[in-house]
Structures are given as C-alpha cells and as structure tokens.
C-alpha cells in the first residue's frame, strides 16, 4: 500500500506515492507534478537507509535519554534568559521545517521567551522577494499559480535554473512550449545553464545588471505607451517616482548589448501573457530587494498581474519556504503575515496565543545572529533543520562563531553534520517519510507530508521536541498531541490576517478534524471560512496597503565596483540537495558531478594557468577552498561558478563558502552568496589520484572529495608533495588496514597502482600520478568487491576492459556521457532517439537539457571527467 505525500526537496512541492520497501512514484492526481518527479524525487527511495542517522539524544558526543538532554536544553535556555535576558538567546531554523515545527519555534521564541531572535536559512533564501512583496503589495504575497505558466506567451526566467532547481515546473513549461511553439521563452543568466537550452533568447546579463534591464523595460514600456493608465490611476501608487528612477537608469548597465535589450523589450511590451519568474539570481544580491521591485514594478504598470497567463512569480526554494513565511519564520515577521512593528497586531497575537509577553521588535537576522555569536552576546542557540557551517557565508567564521556559543543545540536526522560537529547536544528528529505534517509550495498550495516509515531509534518530529521543551521551560500553551492540533491553531490565527486586512487566510480549515486533516487533499490558499477559495490574488486590483494599492517602487543599479580578483557566483547542481545529508546517500545522484568545481572560462583558466581536470585553489580574506577546473565558455569571462554543495563531510577544501565573503541587501539582509570577490590561482599538486573501496573513506589529503558508489565509496584526491610510501598512502586514503597490497609503478609515466585485496576479493583499488588521473571509474568502482586477480584489476585503463560510461547523464538509468556520445556519432539526431537508444531522459526526464544540449554543441555539456 502507498502513502500520497510531498516531496522533501523543492518548492515545486511534487506529490509522491512512497511505500515502506522505498518505491517512489509521482502522484498522479497532485496538481504541481500530475505523476513527474525528477532526478532528485525519484531517487528518495535511496536515501531512506539508516547509515549515518542521529538516533538517540547526545550531550557532549555522548548518548544519552530525552529527558537528560531536554531537561539540560530547558535548563540553559532558562538560565541564559534570567541571568541575561531573552535576547541572548537564539534559534536558527529552516525553510526544510513542516509548517507545525515552524509555528511552534515561532510560537515559543516570540511569545513565550519574548525575543524574535529566531531566524531562518529563508534568510538566505526568500528574504528579498519578502521584503519586495511587502513594498508593492502591502504584504508578502505570491499572486499566480503554476497553471499561470502555461497559459502565458512569454516566461522569463530571471536568475534561475530552473531545469535543475524547479525541474518539474521546467518539464511542464518544455510541455507546453512544445504543444505551443510560439510560448516564448527568456532566460537572464551571467552563465549559460542547462535552463538555457529551453530559451528562445539567452540574456548573458552583467552581474547584478537586472535593475538597469527592467528599469530600461519599465522607460520603454512608458516611451511606447504600453502603460495600462486605468489600471494605474486606479491600483497603483508611486508610478511616478519610480518611472523616474527608470528614466535616471542607462539599461546598458545590464551588460547587455542595445539590439538585445530592444529585442527583449519588443518582446516583453508586446506580450500581454508574460510571466516573470525569479529565484536566487535576483534574491541573494546587495540589491536583491530593488532588483525584485523593478520586476514588480512592470507588471504593476501594465496591469499584468493576477490575471490567467500573467504574473510576476518568485519561485520558492525550499519545501516549506512559503509556510514558514505563513508562519513569521523570520525575525522581522509575526505568524500570519503580520508585523512586529504594529503594536496591535502585536497585542492580537499575545491574546490569541495567551502568551505570558510578546516580542517588541525584529530580532537578528541571520548574518547578524552569527555575528551576535561570534561577539559573544548569545549564551544559548538552537539550531534546527539546517547546517549553517556550509550554508552561511564566510562559513568557517560562522563555524567558529557556533564554536563560540557556551551552549549550543542542534536537532539534526543525521549524526554527523558539519554543524552538528560542533554542538554541545544534538537531538535526533524523525525525517521525511517518519513524520507528518503540512508544507506550502511555491504557488501557495499547502500539501500533506505523510508517515510511511516508523521513527527509527528514539528519533521524535521537530514539532514535539520543541514543545516538550517549551513545557520544561514552564509554558502552557505546547501541549500538543498531534500536528493536526497544530495546525488548526494555526489555522485559527489566521483569523487575525483577516481581521488586519492581510492575505493569508486559512479560517476554512480552522476546524479541520483530525480525520480532515489525515486527507487532506493540496489546496492552495487562501481558504476562507465561507468556502470562496481563489487561485490567484490582484486580479481585482486589490492591495494590501492602507487605501487598497500597490505601490511601484522606485529603483537605483548598484554602483559597479572595480575588484581585484574574480567574481564568484555559487548555486546549484541537478542532483544534489544543499549540504548532501540526503542526496549525498545515492551513489545514482552522486555519479552526475562527483566532485566539487570551479566553472571557468577558458581563457581565465589559461590566464591562470590551469588546464583540464587541473585543481583550482580560491581564497578570500576569510578562507579557501581547492576544487576541479570545469572548463567551459559558459561562464564569462572573470567570473566563476561554484556548486555550494560540497561539504567537511564529504570533502577536505570543496565546501565554497569559506571563500564566499559576500555583501548583504540593505533591507533584506540577505547576503549577496551570487557575488563574492575571490582570488583564484593553480592550485600546485604534485600528484593527483582516484581511489575506489569497500569501506567509507574520509577526505583527508590536501585535495579529497568523496562520495558512495555501490561498492563503498570513491574519491578523488591530490596531494602537495609525493608521499615517501605509496603503500601506506594507498591504505590510508582508502581506509583498508589489513589484506595484502599489490602495487604496480611505471617509472615513466609516474603512475603508480595499488591493489588491495582482502581475502581474495578486491577492497580497495588506488591510482595515482602526477597529471590529473584518466582512467574508466565506473570499472575501478565495479571491480570492488570483486575476486578479480589484483594485477588484473590494475592493468589497463579500463580495468574490466567494458566500455567507459563517463559522467552519468541520466540518473534514472546510469546513462554516462560517453554512451550518449556513441548514441550520436551513430546517427541520433532527437531527444527522443537518444532515449529510444540508450533509455537517458525516459523516466524523470530531468536530463532532457543536457541531452538536448549534448544534440546541439555535440560535445560535453557537464563533465567533472
Ligand atoms: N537540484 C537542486 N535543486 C534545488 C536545490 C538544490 O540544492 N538542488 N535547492 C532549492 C533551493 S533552497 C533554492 S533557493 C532553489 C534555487 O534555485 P535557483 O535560484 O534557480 O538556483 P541557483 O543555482 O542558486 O541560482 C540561479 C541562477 O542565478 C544566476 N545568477 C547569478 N547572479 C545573477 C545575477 O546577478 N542576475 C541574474 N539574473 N542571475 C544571476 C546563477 O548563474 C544561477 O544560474 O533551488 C531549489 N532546488
Ligand atoms: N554559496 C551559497 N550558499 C548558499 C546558497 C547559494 O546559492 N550559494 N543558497 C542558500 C539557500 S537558498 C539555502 S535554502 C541554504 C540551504 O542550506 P542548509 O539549510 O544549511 O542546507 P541543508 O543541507 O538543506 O540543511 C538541512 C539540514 O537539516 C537536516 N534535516 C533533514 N531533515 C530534517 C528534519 O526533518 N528535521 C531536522 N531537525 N533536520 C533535518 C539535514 O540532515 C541537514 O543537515 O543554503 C544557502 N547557502
Ligand atoms: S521537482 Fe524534484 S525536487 Fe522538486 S518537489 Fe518535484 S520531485 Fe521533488
Ligand atoms: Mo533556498
């Protein structure tokens, strides 16, 4: 029997049908996926295995009870609060939260201990679409729906790669713009991504150029009177001012050539359907705000919103960003859409909560939070469902900064995180699949997150471990038996979001039964009492401001600053989620790109130095990092890209934001992770080598970046000076101390090849030389395990002697790109044929841009070969 639940991952939110044995399937009747998954979802099924969980509560590394661990988090929080009060104490929590875990953290901190200091990896994430909602629209709402997307003429795609970050909502755009050619598409990236290969016009923007391009559409728009005068006269405030700011703009800002910017802007003006996506291109900017207001701002002119078909649309990151927004996840926000600032939203709040005080200001954001610990001004913090050790900028100051902390919780699902490394107590939480709950998409629609798996070991939801401590610390008001409970306060709350005016309305579910909430079917909101439910919001011209208007805002580009150095843009890889505790499980999604990478123009990389498959070292003032040279045109010229998944877990210099020292947006406070100033040079190997082994290896060489396989693990690694014993080095980068070795050296080459064999199968294979190695790792990685003889496990490059698959394409059937390769030179002319040939692209379909890419440049589109 299968459970219908959501996927765990992005904000498209997809329906999935899981089974306790691990099958996963896109729920056919869940209106975000309709039955598609992609790479990442259909691979959930792999990561449900308890290697590596947290599985009971531990003070200071060792196991204990619940109730010594929440009695000691209970005891400091309270400690810390009168000896120093409220504010000294903090939780950072995350957009992965299901919306009950969020609104009782919420719930505790702001009404309860008094303070707002409790902020969100959103923050990272959501803070400038929040803060861009809320200046043009009174409150923080995302007007369109997903159908919106397929019913516009144009989608423009503005700082998103949404074919590996949305990919659902990418393959439903690809559908529609094959059923409807003439559906146009415009991608706006400093980089060409896989998202590329889907539009109809690439707009290589100059970083941070996209306030002077839509300031320049905004001059344009009114130059060609295509400016909707009733709709304005009757709906929007500020036009004026803001279409001045325009008018002060140059768009040759944008970087952009003035043929392309007129092209765009035809384009745009004479579409009536236009959709403008946005995601963390424009969010985590030092303008990141502005560059949301001057999208909004166009469609605000033109009326083009919360109509079928039109719409700006800031897609979500996480699962459950859009509820913990609901909720007042951030330090500026009360649940519900409502403000701190407003002394009777705050008094309404306290009442319904009959909460003992309620907090009278924003708390810390979340750089300043770090800041706050690194200074010493919090004594106690909770961090919950997130690794800021990885994620934050200037990670390793935030490491020690949480170091820094006297005393520091983290309720994580695995034992070991890179944030989780330096708590004083870690608290086991049940995962994906072991709890329940509700989470909001990117188009408002709140979906169940159902149980299918028991909580393994003493593991416990988020929601009941921070309300037993709650009820430690003293509070009524947490005795909650179930997320449904939970959830009908919340939805009760909302009541007050009405009262005020505001959007966010859920009184329709206010009295959902336990039953009710147990089948609860998606459902977008708002969900009035009186059943009026409305897919999208501002069709009406109603606002949220006092007087009913949206207000356009006027916007200024940053000033371009001179840099000694290269701008680094970090993001996204297709198949890995953040810092990999869950992807990182599947050796499926690990073989796509196995190693932390710099993208680098070709001629940066020969300015520099640096040949294929070379190292690249980056430093800042803060920290470094080492990573694989990518060579490739599809950054431009000094500027890189870096994946920010890579971690101290699973690599030994790959995790990029030690390097990221990143200004922040003004009113947001979101750091601006897409441009950090860094210096990049070779990075001087004596010797490069691949390992393959039955056991986990660690990374622990100057270069070291490991990840699963089937057979144990592998790992790519180089070192600075040439070890004095190969043996030793072998068994020590592959973890096997016993077995007899076999080593095999050409002295001409410098290759040296180890084999280690543990009664009479293959442990560990090491491969080591001073270039970058080129041998078939898929063989080296199939022969463990294996009784092959150890000098023929090492003889030859391709092991095995089967062909070498390359870089895997196609996760669903491990189609590597070396296979696609042979697929084309035989005459493969379509997506199609290459998947009627080698099977890539016919489950999840997430590959589709590469494979259509690979058909269009006929050469590798992504390969950490
Ligand atoms: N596979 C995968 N999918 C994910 C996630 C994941 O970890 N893995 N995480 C999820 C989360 S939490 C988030 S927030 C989303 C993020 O989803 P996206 O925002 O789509 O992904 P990113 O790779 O962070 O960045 C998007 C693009 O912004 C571009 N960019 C950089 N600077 C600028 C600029 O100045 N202007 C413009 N116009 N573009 C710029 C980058 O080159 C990059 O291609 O993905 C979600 N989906
Ligand atoms: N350089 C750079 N840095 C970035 C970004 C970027 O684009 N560039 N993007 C930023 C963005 S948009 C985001 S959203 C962040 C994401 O960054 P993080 O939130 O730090 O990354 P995750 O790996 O998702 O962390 C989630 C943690 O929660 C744990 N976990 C999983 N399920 C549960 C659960 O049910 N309960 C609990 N308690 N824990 C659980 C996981 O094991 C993991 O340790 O990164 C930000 N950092
Ligand atoms: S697009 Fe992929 S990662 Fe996002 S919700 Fe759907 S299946 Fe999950
Ligand atoms: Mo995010």
Redesign the pocket.
């Known amino acids: 029997m299968s459970t219908s639940t959501t996927c765990p ?3 498209v939110g997809c329906g999935v049908l899981a089974t306790r044995d691990g099958t996963i399937k896109g729920d056919p009747d869940h209106p975000s996926n309709f039955g598609r998954l992609c790479s ?1 979802g259909a691979a959930l099924g792999e990561t449900l295995g308890l290697e590596g969980r947290l599985l009971a509560p531990q003070i200071a590394g060792r196991k204990t009870g619940w109730d010594a661990a929440l009695d000691l988090v209970a005891k400091k929080f309270t400690d810390a609060i009168s000896d120093h009060g409220p504010n000294s104490v903090a939780f950072y929590v995350s ?1 992965q939260f299901l919306t009950e875990d969020y609104y009782v953290a919420n719930k505790l901190m702001k009404g309860y201990i008094g303070s707002a200091n409790i902020d969100t990896n959103s923050r990272l ?1 959501m803070a400038s679409s929040v803060a861009g909602h809320i200046r043009a629209f009174g409150t923080d709402t995302v007007p369109g729906t997903y159908e919106d997307l397929e019913q516009a003429d144009l989608i423009v795609l ?5 074919a ?3 990919p659902v909502l990418y393959q439903r755009i690809a559908a529609a713009k094959e059923a409807r050619p003439e559906l146009t598409v415009v991608n ?4 060409r ?1 896989a998202t590329t290969q889907l539009a109809d016009l690439h707009l290589q ?1 100059a ?4 306030i002077a391009l839509f300031n320049g559409l905004l001059s344009y728009l009114v130059d060609t009177q295509m400016i909707d005068l009733a709709y304005v006269h009757d709906h929007v405030s500020n036009c004026r001012d803001a279409v001045l700011a325009a008018r002060a703009t140059d768009p040759l800002g944008s970087g952009l050539r003035a043929q392309d910017l007129r092209t765009f802007y035809r384009l745009w003006a004479g579409t009536e359907k236009v959709v403008t996506v946005f ?4 969010n985590q ?1 030092r303008c990141g705000t502005d560059k949301v207001n001057a999208i909004l701002n166009c469609h605000l002119v033109t009326g083009r919103i919360g109509k079928p078909g039109m719409g700006p649309f800031s897609v979500t ?2 699962p459950n960003a859009m509820g913990g927004r609901e909720v007042g996840g951030l330090a500026n926000m009360l649940a519900c859409h409502l403000d701190i600032a407003n002394p009777d939203h705050r008094m309404a709040v306290q009442n319904a909560w009959q909460s003992p005080t309620i907090c009278t200001r924003p708390g810390l954001k979340a750089v300043d939070l770090f800041q706050a610990c690194a200074d010493g001004r919090i004594k106690a913090l909770w961090i919950m469902s997130t690794n800021p050790a990885v994620s934050m900028p200037d990670a390793d100051g935030v490491a020690r900064a949480i170091a820094n902390v006297p005393f520091t919780v983290v309720t994580d699902i695995m034992a070991r995180t890179d944030t989780g490394d330096l708590a004083g107590v870690l608290l086991p939480a049940a995962g994906w699949g072991e709890k329940s709950g509700t989470v909001t998409n990117s188009e408002r629609r709140i979906s169940r997150q159902r149980a299918f798996l028991p909580a393994p070991g003493m593991a416990r939801p988020d929601w009941d471990i921070i309300s037993d401590v709650a009820r430690r610390m003293g509070f009524q008001g947490f005795e909650y038996d179930s997320p449904a409970a939970i959830f009908r306060e919340y939805a009760r709350l909302t009541e007050l979001s009405v009262t005020f005016g505001k959007d966010l309305d859920l009184t329709g579910l206010s009295d959902l039964s336990d039953d009710g909430y147990e089948t609860l079917a998606p459902v977008q909101w708002p969900v009035p009492r009186d059943g009026m439910a409305r897919g999208r919001f501002f069709g009406n011209g109603q606002y949220f401001h006092t007087g009913g208007k949206a207000r356009m805002i006027p916007t200024v580009p940053p000033q371009v600053e001179t840099r000694d150095g290269f701008l680094l ?1 970090t ?8 810092t990999m505790t869950r992807t990182g499980k599947s050796p499926r999604l690990s073989r796509h790109l196995a190693e932390p990478y710099i993208e680098i123009h070709p001629l940066d990389a020969a300015d520099i130095g640096v040949g294929p498959a070379d190292l690249i070292q980056l430093s800042s003032s803060h920290g470094r990092g080492v990573f694989r040279a990518l060579i490739a045109d599809k950054a431009q010229r000094g500027q890189l ?1 870096a994946p920010m ?1 890579w971690t101290r877990q699973r690599s030994s210099a790959g995790w990029v934001n030690a390097s990221v020292l990143c200004g922040r947006d003004p009113v947001s406070g979101q750091p601006a992770l ?2 950090a100033v860094v210096q990049a040079k070779r990075f001087a190997a004596a010797w490069y080598g691949f390992a393959a082994s039955a056991a986990p290896m660690q990374p622990n060489r100057p270069y070291a970046a490991v990840s699963l396989t089937d057979t144990g693990s592998r790992g790519e690694v180089a070192g600075i000076k040439p070890p004095p014993d190969w043996e030793a080095e072998a068994r020590a980068i592959t973890a096997i101390s016993d077995g007899t070795i076999s080593t095999l050296h050409d002295a001409g080459s410098g290759l040296v090849r180890v084999a280690i064999t543990v009664n009479d199968r293959i442990a560990a294979l090491f491969f080591a030389s001073p270039r970058p190695v080129a041998l078939n790792r898929d063989a080296v990685v199939a022969l463990i395990g294996t009784d092959t003889p150890p000098l023929q496990a090492l003889a030859g490059r391709s092991g095995s002697g089967r062909a070498d698959a390359g870089a895997v394409i196609c996760s669903c059937f491990s189609v590597g790109i070396n296979t696609l390769r042979e697929a084309l030179a035989a005459g493969a002319t379509s997506v199609e044929a290459l998947g009627a040939v080698t099977c890539a692209g016919t489950n999840c379909g997430s590959c589709k841009p590469e494979l259509a890419a690979l058909l269009s440049v006929a050469r590798l589109p992504m390969a950490a070969e």
Do not use: A, E
Not at 158 to 162: D, F, P
Not at 188 to 191: F, L, M, S, V
Not at 279 to 282: C, L, M
């Open positions: 991952y992005c904000g990442k957009g994430c503005v700082g998103s790669n949404l590996w970050c949305h706006i990236d400093p980089r991504t923007i970083p941070d150029g996209d995601s963390q291109g424009v900017s990151g996480q843009n993001g996204r890889i297709r198949d890995q989620w953040h890209f998944h897409k441009s």
